[in-house]
């Protein structure tokens, strides 16, 4: 009819659209023809994830992923489509630990769609890091030395009695690391009452210490007390009391009898 038109800028949405064109002779004759504008979406969407984690002291305090798209979003997420995103297509395809500790880091994978199907991912890093010192609690141990040799002793163990005493907020008190200086046994002899610094160490290396006493026996020294006796006879009561050492006590005694007035 002399004004072509175009469709030079027109929008089409998603999916099949028919497009019919009419033309229009100077006499009104008219004449049609139609045909299809198939409008395919194969862009992905975008996501942002959440900031990372950090400042989790043990594994046990992780977090648990984001069940849902709102969850997702609530924590700083979020998702945008041009035609639309399908919330309930929202889940986490996967948690990777990269096999470390102190830190640990875990890197969860979190995938959405848009109303076409495509699919888009991002990622959240989780950092797993203790630096909290393991606690003990008590008074500092005193333990008596064992039987010794020349008044020399083997320095005892005081590394079960400390375990017994400490905790950790991550590790178990069975795989806690606790060692002695000096070090316990029959490599070490003392002569004297003696100090001794017991470190304890978590999985992460973070330590705590006390200060443990190792007594040694006093000298061995005895008192004697007799009742006198005057005659013939007679019988005398002889009491020998120990002070210091170890106990038992192991002793000889002898029996002189005399004869005679007295």
Same mark, same amino acid.
């Given at each position: 009819n002399g004004s072509p038109e175009t469709l030079n800028g027109q929008r089409f949405n998603v999916g099949q659209t028919t497009v019919t064109w009419t033309a229009i002779d100077i006499y009104g004759l008219t004449s049609t023809c139609t045909f299809t504008v198939n409008v395919s979406d194969v862009e992905p969407p975008s996501i942002s994830c959440p900031q990372g984690i950090e400042n989790i002291t043990c594994i046990s305090d992780v977090p648990a992923p984001y069940q849902t798209y709102?969850?997702?979003?609530?924590?700083?997420?979020?998702?945008?489509?041009?035609?639309?995103?399908?919330?309930?297509?929202?889940?986490?395809?996967? @948690?990777?630990? /990269?096999?470390?500790?102190?830190?640990?880091?875990? #890197?969860? $994978?979190?995938?959405?769609?848009?109303?076409?199907?495509?699919?888009?991912?991002?990622?959240?890093?989780?950092?797993?890091?203790?630096?909290?010192?393991?606690?003990?609690?008590?008074?500092?141990?005193?333990?008596?030395?064992? @039987?010794?040799? /020349?008044?020399?002793?083997?320095?005892?163990?005081? #590394?079960? $009695?400390?375990?017994a005493m400490s905790s950790d907020n991550c590790t178990s008190r069975e795989n806690l690391t606790i060692v002695q200086n000096p070090v316990a046994g029959s490599t070490t002899m003392i002569t004297t009452n003696t100090d001794v610094t017991i470190t304890v160490t978590d999985a992460c290396g973070n330590t705590a210490q006390i200060i443990g006493h190792a007594i040694v026996p006093q000298p061995l020294a005895h008192n004697v007390s007799f009742t006198e006796i005057f005659c013939t006879g007679q019988t005398s009561t002889v009491t020998i009391t120990g002070v210091g050492g170890t106990a038992p006590y192991n002793g000889v005694g002898e029996r002189v009898e005399y004869a005679g007035a007295h």
């Open positions: 709102a969850q997702f979003v609530a924590a700083g997420g979020s998702a945008y489509d041009a035609n639309g995103i399908d919330e309930s297509s929202f889940t986490m395809l996967s @948690q990777i630990s /990269n096999e470390q500790t102190c830190p640990e880091i875990l #890197t969860r $994978t979190y995938q959405i769609s848009d109303m076409a199907g495509n699919t888009e991912t991002c990622t959240q890093t989780i950092t797993v890091m203790d630096n909290v010192s393991p606690v003990i609690t008590g008074l500092a141990p005193t333990l008596n030395v064992g @039987q010794g040799t /020349n008044c020399s002793y083997p320095l005892p163990d005081f #590394t079960a $009695t400390v375990r």
